[in-house]
């Protein structure tokens, strides 16, 4: 009995290290996941407890949180993945494709478009231009909400 109750300590310290350690690292989609494992291995206890009030945290800070859903080349503006369904996908954005101004802010780096889309909220809709084939193409993007994370 003194194992098991050993081995629950380690399992919770550890899911609660890793939760914490996810977020810290900006990836809260995966952090949730970690409360989310936490919460049901701990349900009825002051730990699941914790872990479902972290849920629930985590959840609203993922619904409040601009999302594209694609990935760019290296640190260039060049798109070089598309999630699938995603805000971008739903837009026509494809890989190859440059990013040069999201709404009405110029960017030359991702971190530049990674603030102007800051300022947004998931359910705005925004003109991104993109250069494809050496030209110019606009295109509206409606912002989503990063996809959850069940996998834990």
Same mark, same amino acid.
């Given at each position: 009995?003194?194992?098991?109750?050993?081995?629950?300590?380690?399992?919770?310290?550890?899911?609660? @290290?890793?939760?914490?350690?996810?977020?810290?690292?900006?990836?809260?989609?995966?952090?949730?996941? @970690?409360?989310?494992?936490?919460?049901?291995?701990?349900?009825?206890?002051?730990?699941?407890?914790?872990?479902?009030?972290?849920?629930?945290?985590?959840?609203?800070?993922?619904? *409040?949180? $601009?999302?594209?859903?694609?990935?760019?080349?290296? +640190?260039?503006?060049?798109?070089?993945?598309?999630?699938?369904?995603?805000?971008?996908?739903?837009?026509?954005?494809?890989?190859? !494709? +440059?990013?040069?101004?999201?709404?009405?802010? *110029?960017?030359?780096?991702?971190? !530049?478009? *990674?603030?102007?889309?800051?300022?947004?909220?998931?359910?705005?809709?925004?003109?991104?231009?993109?250069?494809? !084939?050496?030209?110019?193409?606009?295109? +509206?993007?409606?912002?989503? @909400?990063? $996809?959850?994370?069940?996998?834990?």
């Amino acid at each position: 009995r003194l194992m098991e109750e050993q081995a629950g300590a380690d399992e919770r310290r550890t899911l609660t @290290a890793r939760a914490r350690a996810l977020e810290g690292f900006g990836r809260p989609g995966e952090a949730l996941g @970690a409360w989310q494992a936490l919460a049901r291995s701990q349900a009825g206890t002051p730990a699941g407890r914790e872990a479902a009030g972290e849920v629930k945290r985590l959840a609203g800070v993922l619904a *409040r949180t $601009p999302y594209l859903g694609l990935s760019f080349a290296g +640190e260039s503006l060049t798109v070089g993945a598309v999630v699938a369904r995603g805000p971008a996908a739903r837009a026509g954005l494809r890989p190859g !494709d +440059e990013v040069v101004q999201l709404g009405a802010v *110029r960017v030359h780096a991702p971190a !530049d478009l *990674r603030r102007a889309l800051g300022a947004h909220k998931p359910g705005d809709k925004l003109a991104v231009v993109v250069r494809r !084939d050496g030209k110019p193409l606009t295109l +509206e993007v409606a912002v989503g @909400a990063p $996809p959850r994370s069940d996998k834990e």
